[in-house]
């Protein structure tokens, strides 16, 4: 009853909840709204008592009560506006999750009886909609509601008869048998009655009577085939929502019957019903409404069983020249690549029409297919063209040889005036590369766009050459050297363009061949100079021709001696973009990873787990030798990260965890902590950097890997625990009086008892720790005095034995890298002060969860002042899995200075405990009831880590001129 | 209820002087004369004349009266001169006060034109009896502008609107209505989007007459984008290699849309040549072009809150001594044939550096140094001092012009000029091909089209197309020539409530595709129509209402007393007519609907019975087969 609780006497919700049970009776509610309601002088008075009325829930068992009442004073109210607000009213309570309508239905349908005004006509069988939604696994309240649905059908006002077109299409009738058994009415056929209404003179109507049709049909209700011929005939109709339905019905049918046989009017000749509605639908692709040729170009997407010679058609178009034939751009484009004289440059006149055509065969409007994706493509609105994009993506999916025809058209999108369609362009030339190969000409066209200022349209276009197919030597060539011009004028591009060429290398060994001399530039006779290791054009071209060679053996005999010092060295060095290669004359550097193998068996991930194993089993080594071994492994550790990137995230965190121990052990030593008091201090700044060093490591942990499970939480909280315990022994030995210690005592006893509710099921696995012996004298500590539990917690802490880490199958570290601004520039960002300055942010973020809600950028001033911004979420974008780009502006603003300064651009990751999993875990274990009882700091950030490296802005602002 | 009176909707296309083969199109002048109104379409005038031809001949108008009593309005649809060139001379030399209709980028961008044009004519080539730049200046005090789809009431039945029709900027489709016949004009008008602006569209109108213009009646064109590459790209190599790009252009239109087209592409590859753009007219046009966003296309329009286009940032204003800067640079010039002026110099400096290159962007007249390239010509002679060219004005706006070749001669000082540049052909034009032209009618659906501005070859091949895809009849008239077209207009007539309640309430659910059959009263009086029920007739117009009865007597053989007789016949009628209410009245009498049935026994033969039937004229049908029925006597088996 918190609920009716709240909302009755909201005063009380904060007292003790479980020991007052509060018994309300239902009438209250209703009676306080019949007394309003009677009080009311006016419909203006009554319509106002409803009006605060609705803005309140009603507990459900009160519903059926206030129903009631609010249907006395329907049949006693005379205004239509106070019964159209109880009528709406009516659905509203309907809506009261756990209420059962039924019990009211009778009384709603009888208030239709006599009511005169449309109005409430249409808002009570809305409400009849309500209560029937609520009721569908009650087929004889569905008849009714339809029978009474199909007796307003006649209704002269056009909100009437569209709400009961909506109710029989949801409620009427779906499966066969039903409609056979019911002797009544309303079992007549559903699908007649709407379609009936197909030519009804409200256009609002005809639009809901396609849409109740397609409810039946989402519902499962086969459409008969019969409906067509009327669907076909709407798609002429003079209002754009009819047409838009019909659209949507006549794709519907055509999925429906696909292969039935329509005859073609004012012909003989008969097809397939897929094909004349795919012929229908492209026709609406020139429709005079967007909203229509935005719908149209959609569906065409989806048609997949259209035959070829359809799908042809759509990307043809005659073109003529008075009367004569002309060919199109792409034909001729088509022909001097065929002919080999590609790249001529064009005369005046080269166009020229050719033949003359017969008039009588040429069709200006075509009723089938012809060229409606020309159309769709070339179209106003970009919504359009995008939508006709999709749409020809996913016909070329299924087809190899349409995806081959409409190659050049989707070429020609990548020079649309809107970013969006470019972008939507390339990703569909990507996502169809399997089924074509660039003509020369085509990959000139692609290439063109690589000098895009757009980061997102070249990063697109590099995905895209990552898996094309080039069909010459000089495509590989042209695709190169377009790629180097790239690199030159954005050479943050880098990584990009390096990916691509390994993949076009290794598609293309064959092509890269014959390129491989005059790549390296290596000659015969004389010794070229050696080129610049550290070049990004040429570590390009590199990766380019070893990616080649890797499948085709006789490459090496090509390369000079620098380049297999530079293949070794790159090897090494970028070893994700150069594969291992059979070299003359040397020992494969190492072995394949074929996928086969898992992951155990990798020596890499075996190192790493025998040097963990080390660590845990030398338990009782003098702590000196500990030490040692602690920080030669993490040494290790983190060595191996770096030469292993797929273990990073892996060896990172093992390391951190480590490094955590050794801080402990270290701020534990003995011998500090026997020296006199006087001395401590030296001790204690060791002892407390190490407390709040361990404190933030565990942070990270928790939150800056993702793939972290509850084991390692566990774990996490455990060292953060002991953390809490050494920054408390610290604090007592340097505080004087005690006053204050017994509020950090509590506080740490609190904790403890909070990590024991958390990760009770873990706590077998704790034997010995730390945690598992405070929980032992935990009923001692409870009564001792600070200074007492000081000692305790003090010995505990040495005595503890260091928990074993498990690791999780997968676990990357997130990272941030800050594109823009690069930091390089000398010309301070000069503005106003108190004015603000907009700077451009981008950045690549890797393997972070929810970054909309985590990922935070602060600018530190050289003030010390620091600044938090949120960036919103639509900066985000996701470029693939576990990678993110942020794209967003900062703005800056700040008192003038005398002179340019810089400050630091950096992003954080916030955290927030409340939020982590273990905090899930207790609102779930312990707060079940009511988990908003539980104050909780929603969206409250706890604490930042800082994951990617500040870049620094040169900023002047100046004073104001007066 | 439909009315079938027949108006007339005449539409006369006024002069329009000879065709010449190519591109050649003359002055639009339309007069339309629409249900007792007088309309002018555009006042255009000729380019190729330099005399009294080179305006429509108003005097054919009217014989001997006044423009302004005859004219109801004038309507331009776009500032090309071919359309509104004349528009002083008509209205302050002729004289015409009436209200002179366009849209607000025509009414800013018009007289620009105008001076120009009136400057070239007068000043350079000395003509007198010209209209001066006052008579601009009155001129445009009498236009009034208009909005997109606003509904401008010229006077009590008059009524336009304009729609949007791409070509240029401010050029619009305007629908000329008088009650409810209605003309649609195109003016000039494009079907598929450019840079800079939108594509024509209009409404499902259904107007009597569709009057639209078929420059390219014959022709099917290409996608825009596979050209629009091909001169990005070529710009763009040519400029890479470090030449220099000449492109002669036309002030206004095409210039924008190129300018729109590059400013773009060196926005988004980054490219730092500068651009320029030769000054004069384009400044005060590009301003305007600012000015009128909303005419422009989705593109510009979306992307205005952020920065305005036109507000270009690569293109500057272009000076003479930057023609000799070292580097690439791309360079507007007008006049586009390169026959004179800026682009002419330009040429002549760049011409011997296979580096640079110069596009055409549209057609060139025979004779122009523009033609002579593109026809391959690498030798030109020229003259040493600069061509003064009699054509030279109209040509900095129109791409649709032939000026006489003959004007092109001058005194010979001939030099050998060998061109090296490169040269190419770009075609830009904004009509509508074939296809649009039908996509334009699929969008209205007109009941007759009218095609104009055309050669008559290829106008007939569309006129055929449209017959016979859209069933409609389509007109092709000469010049002078008048085209009448019978319109079979609704009359509306306005029907009581009750009357339409009561009529609905009797019959199924109304159908809007059907006619419905429906009884009342039409009343014409004052010039208006009314519905009404026969009572509320009656009672306006002082009548007593009569009631027409037809009785008839059955005389039938039966022994049997009147009252058996009558519960027989009672017995009978239900029988046999189910559907409707028969009744036995206490008195004796038989009622069927409203038909009274009354026996009496014969005074003569108490054998026969005779049966009096009586009904009102509006239950005839019923009345007659109850008779009829009756008369056959009845059944036997009754007794």
């Known amino acids: 009853c918190s609920a009716h609780l709240r909302w009755e006497l909201p005063q009380w919700q904060h007292e003790d909840l479980s020991t007052k049970k509060l018994r309300l009776t239902k009438p209250s509610k209703s009676a306080a709204l019949h007394v309003d309601l009677c009080k009311a002088t006016s419909p203006a008075d009554a319509l106002q008592y409803l009006l605060q009325f609705a803005r309140k829930p009603v507990e459900v068992e009160s519903v059926e009560g206030v129903v009631r009442i609010l249907l006395e004073h329907y049949y006693k109210e005379n205004d239509a506006s106070v019964r159209l607000k109880i009528a709406s009213l009516l659905g509203l309570l309907s809506k009261t999750a756990g209420f059962s309508p039924d019990c009211i239905m009778d009384d709603a349908i009888n208030t239709l009886q006599n009511e005169k005004s449309h109005q409430v ?58 409609a056979k058994e019911a002797e009544s009415q309303a079992a007549k056929d559903v699908q007649k009655i709407i379609g009936d209404h197909f030519n009804d003179q409200d256009p609002r109507v005809r639009t809901a009577a396609i849409k109740a049709m397609l409810q039946l049909h989402e519902r499962g209700l086969k459409l008969q085939q019969a409906i067509y011929g009327q669907a076909c005939k709407l798609l002429a109709d003079d209002y754009e929502q009819v047409r838009s339905a019909a659209v949507q019905l006549i794709w519907v049918l055509s999925q429906l019957y696909p292969e039935s046989i329509v005859p073609i009017p004012s012909s003989n000749e008969e097809i397939r019903l897929v094909d004349d509605a795919f012929g229908k639908i492209c026709h609406m692709v020139s429709d005079g409404s967007w909203v229509v040729r935005v719908q149209a170009a959609k569906l065409l997407g989806s048609m997949q069983q259209v035959s070829s010679h359809f799908l042809e058609q759509t990307l043809d178009k005659k073109l003529m020249s008075d009367l004569r034939r002309k060919r199109t751009a792409h034909e001729r484009a088509k022909e001097l690549y065929s002919s080999g004289e590609f790249s001529s440059g064009r005369k005046w006149g080269d166009d020229a029409p050719k033949e003359e055509i017969d008039t009588g065969a040429v069709n200006l409007i075509e009723s089938g297919a012809c060229g409606a994706f020309v159309h769709g493509l070339e179209d106003e609105m970009y919504e359009v063209r995008i939508a006709a994009v ?173 380049t297999f010092r530079h293949y070794a060295y790159l090897r090494d060095s970028l070893s994700h973009l150069v594969p291992p290669l059979r070299l003359p004359g040397r020992k494969l550097v190492s072995s394949p990873v074929s996928p086969s193998i898992t992951p155990h068996e ?105 793939g972290v499970e509850s084991r390692q939480v566990v774990i996490i909280h455990h060292m953060r625990l002991q953390a809490k315990a050494l920054q408390l022994i610290v604090t007592a030995r340097t505080t004087r009086g005690v006053e204050p210690l017994f509020g950090m005592c ?79 520039s000398d010309n301070p960002l000069r503005f106003t002060s108190g004015l603000v300055v907009a700077l451009d942010v981008d950045a690549t973020l890797e393997h972070v969860q929810d970054p909309q809600g985590t990922v935070k950028v602060q600018v530190l001033y050289p003030d010390g002042q620091a600044q938090l911004i949120h960036p ?91 | ?94 004289g015409y006060d009436g209200p002179i209709y366009m849209t607000h980028p025509t009414k800013a961008i018009c007289p620009i034109l105008l001076e120009d044009y009136r400057k070239i004519t007068v000043d350079k080539k000395g003509e007198t009896n010209f209209f001066t730049s006052q008579m601009i200046k009155d001129c445009m005090k009498k236009v009034v502008a208009v909005h997109l789809h606003q509904t401008v009431q010229v006077d009590e039945e008059l009524e336009i609107k304009a729609y949007y029709a791409g070509h240029v900027l401010g050029a619009a489709m305007f629908q000329i209505k008088v009650g409810c016949e209605s003309v649609v004009y195109t003016g000039d008008y494009n079907m598929t989007p450019d840079r ?86 384009t400044e005060k046009a590009n301003h305007y072009y600012k000015l009128f966003i909303t005419w422009t296309n989705q593109k510009i329009r979306k992307t205005f809150v952020q920065r305005n286009m036109f507000e270009f940032k690569h293109i500057k204003a272009f000076d003479r001594a930057f023609a000799d800067n070292p580097g690439p640079m791309v360079v507007f010039a007008t006049p586009g044939m390169l026959h004179a002026g800026q682009s002419l110099q330009i040429f002549r400096k760049w011409a011997g550096n296979e580096k640079n290159m110069v596009i055409m962007p549209g057609y060139c007249v025979q004779g122009t140094v523009g033609h002579k390239i593109l026809s391959g010509q690498r030798k030109l002679e020229m003259e040493g001092r600069q061509i003064v060219s009699l054509s030279q004005f109209a040509h900095g706006i129109q791409g649709k012009v032939a000026p006489d070749s003959q004007h092109l001669c001058s005194p010979p ?104 059959l429906m009884h009342g009263t039409l009343i014409m009086k004052d010039n208006s129509f009314r519905l009404v029920s026969p009572e509320q007739a009656l009672k306006e117009l002082g009548l007593a209402e009569h009631q027409l009865r037809f009785t008839c007597r059955v005389h039938i053989q039966d022994p049997r007393k009147e009252h058996e007789t009558v519960l027989r016949v009672y017995n009978h009628l239900k029988g046999v007519l189910k559907d409707y209410s028969v009744q036995h009245l206490p008195d004796g009498s038989i009622t069927v609907e409203s038909i009274l049935i009354q026996a009496t026994a014969h005074s003569e033969d108490q054998g026969t019975k005779v049966l009096l039937v009586s009904w009102t004229y509006q239950d005839e049908e019923l009345g007659s087969y109850l008779t009829s029925l009756l008369k056959k006597g009845l059944p036997q088996s009754s007794s």
């Open chain 1, 390 to 562: 999709e749409a020809l993506c996913m016909l070329a999916q299924s087809s190899p040889s349409f995806a081959e025809k409409c190659l050049d058209f989707l070429v020609d999108m990548f020079n649309d005036e809107i970013e969006e369609v470019r972008l939507q362009s390339i990703h569909t030339m990507r996502k169809i590369s399997n089924n074509i190969t660039l003509r020369e000409d085509q990959l000139d066209t692609v290439l063109a766009v690589l000098e895009d200022s757009s980061r997102d349209i070249r990063e697109a276009l590099h995905e895209l050459l990552c898996c094309t197919n080039v069909s010459t030597k000089e495509g590989i060539h042209l695709a190169l050297v377009e790629l180097l011009k790239n690199l030159t004028k954005y050479p943050t591009d880098r990584e990009s363009i390096w990916k691509c060429l390994k993949f076009l290398g290794s598609r293309h060994p064959t092509l890269v061949l014959p390129l491989v001399p005059e790549l390296l530039s290596t000659h015969p006779f004389f010794d070229t100079p050696e080129p610049d290791m550290d070049d990004p054009a040429y570590i390009a071209v590199l990766v380019l021709i070893f990616n080649a060679a890797k499948s085709c053996p006789t490459m090496p005999a090509l390369f000079s001696d620098h």
């Open chain 2, 196 to 281: 800079h602006l939108g594509a024509a569209w209009i409404d499902k109108c259904r107007p009597d007459l569709l009057i639209t213009e078929s420059t390219y009646a014959t022709t099917i064109r290409d996608s825009k984008r596979c050209r629009e590459r091909d001169f990005l790209k070529k710009v763009h190599e040519t400029v890479e290699r470090g030449g220099k790009v000449l492109i002669p252009v036309f002030a206004l239109g095409r210039a924008q849309e190129l300018c729109i087209l590059l400013e773009t592409f060196w926005e988004r590859m980054n490219l730092k040549a500068p651009i320029y753009f030769s000054t004069g007219l």
């Open chain 2, 1 to 94: 209820m439909r009315g079938t009176l027949r108006r007339r909707a005449g539409a006369g296309r006024h002069r329009r002087s000879g065709v010449r083969a190519g591109q050649d199109v003359g002055r639009s002048c339309i007069l339309v004369s629409i249900a007792g109104k007088n309309v002018m379409l555009d006042c255009g005038m000729h380019m190729g004349y330099n005399d009294d031809r080179r305006f429509p001949d108003f005097s054919y108008i009217t014989q001997n009266g006044r423009l302004t009593d005859f004219l109801d309005c004038v309507i331009i649809s776009h500032f090309h001169l071919d359309h509104c060139g004349a528009l002083p001379y008509f209205s302050e030399m002729v």
């Open chain 1, 121 to 178: 006509l249409a808002q009570l069988l809305d409400t009849l909609l309500v209560i029937g939604t609520k009721l569908t696994e009650n087929p004889s309240v569905r008849m009714r509601l339809v029978e009474v649905a199909c007796k307003h059908l006649t209704d002269s006002s056009h909100g009437v008869r569209n709400k009961c077109l909506q109710l029989i299409g949801c409620l009427g009738p779906v499966e066969k048998g039903v």
């Open chain 1, 872 to 962: 919103k979420p639509a900066d985000f974008r996701n470029p693939g899995p576990g990678r993110h780009r942020l794209i967003t502006q900062v703005y800056l603003s700040h008192t003038a200075w005398t002179e340019p300064c810089q400050i630091e651009v950096r992003l954080l990751l916030a955290y927030n405990s409340n939020r982590s999993k273990a905090a899930a875990k207790i609102a779930k274990s312990t707060w079940n009831e009511s988990p908003e009882a539980l104050p909780q700091p929603e969206n409250g950030i706890e604490g930042t880590i800082p994951f990617s490296k500040p870049v620094k802005v040169y900023i002047m602002p100046k004073p104001a001129r007066r």
């Open chain 2, 413 to 516: 000082l001939l030099l050998q000029l060998e061109v090296k540049m490169q040269v190419e052909y770009m075609s830009f034009s904004a009509h509508a091909d074939a296809k649009g032209i039908m996509q334009l009618i699929r969008q209205a659906e007109p009941r007759n089209v009218l095609l104009v501005h055309g050669e008559a070859k290829k106008m007939e091949f569309l006129k055929q197309k449209i017959e016979q895809e859209f069933h409609v009849n389509c007109y092709m008239p000469a010049n002078g020539e008048t085209t009448t077209i019978f319109t079979n207009p609704s009359i509306p007539v306005d029907i009581s409530l009750g009357l339409l309640k009561r009529e609905t309430a009797i019959g199924l659910l109304p159908d809007a595709k059907k006619p419905k």
């Open chain 1, 746 to 824: 509590e506080k740490f006893l609190q904790e403890v008892d909070s990590f024991q509710r958390c990760f009770i099921s873990e706590l077998p696995q704790m034997q010995g720790s730390f945690v598992d012996k405070l929980l032992d004298l935990m009923p001692r500590l409870v009564t001792s005095k600070p200074s007492e539990v000081v000692k305790i917690l003090q010995t505990t802490l040495r005595q503890s034995t260091f928990l074993h880490l498990p690791l999780p199958e997968q676990l990357h570290r997130a990272s941030a890298n800050i594109i823009e601004p690069t930091g390089e």
């Open chain 1, 602 to 706: 990798d020596p890499s991930q075996q190192f790493l787990h025998q040097s963990l194993e080390r660590v845990y089993n030398l338990q009782h080594l003098d702590p000196q030798g500990i030490q040692e071994l602690l920080e030669f492994t993490i040494r290790d550790l983190q060595r191996l990260g770096e030469l292993q990137s797929e273990l990073a995230g892996m060896a990172d965190f093992t390391a951190t965890y480590l490094q955590c121990q050794l801080l402990l052990i270290k701020a534990l030593q003995e011998k500090l902590w026997n020296v006199a008091a006087p001395l401590y201090l030296k001790q204690n700044a060791l002892a407390s950097a190490a407390a709040k060093q361990i404190l933030e490591e565990t942070y990270k942990m928790e939150f800056m890997y993702s």
